[in-house]
Nanobody, 118 residues
Framework: QVQLAESGGGLVQAGGSLRLSCAAS????????MGWFRQAPGKERDLVAA????????YYKNSVKGRFIISRDNIRNTVYLQMNSLEPEDTAAYYC???????????WGQGTQVTVSS
């Protein structure tokens, strides 16, 4: 079973930046598209950004386009999310997971909390 470990969250003022990392165990990382998801209190978890297996294709939720950048390192089995110009609405727990046919396939990790103060 693949283990996912997110890190890099924290408390930041509006307009600031954070870089999230997600390390995956096992040998299958490069076989899957990867996504970053977030869940705010009282809301469902939703997809924020995704990246193809090779890293050539990316997807972003409209509200983060131009501010967030997803990338991956298939040697280090790690996917990153660079978050710039953070807004209070970005406050949430952030998670990563592999995506196959529109569905996540691994157990969720513990996530990393991002809190943006106004």
């Amino acid at each position: 079973q693949v283990q996912l470990a997110e890190s890099g969250g924290g408390l930041v003022q509006a307009g600031g930046s954070l870089r999230l990392s997600c390390a995956a165990s096992g040998r299958t990382f490069s076989s899957y598209d990867m996504g970053w998801f977030r869940q705010a209190p009282g809301k469902e978890r939703d997809l924020v950004a995704a990246i193809s297996r090779s890293g050539e294709s990316t997807y972003y939720k409209n509200s983060v386009k131009g501010r967030f950048i997803i990338s991956r390192d298939n040697i280090r089995n790690t996917v990153y999310l660079q978050m710039n110009s953070l807004e209070p609405e970005d406050t949430a727990a952030y998670y990563c997971n592999a995506i196959v046919n529109g569905a996540t396939i691994h157990n969720w990790g513990q996530g990393t909390q991002v809190t943006v103060s106004s």
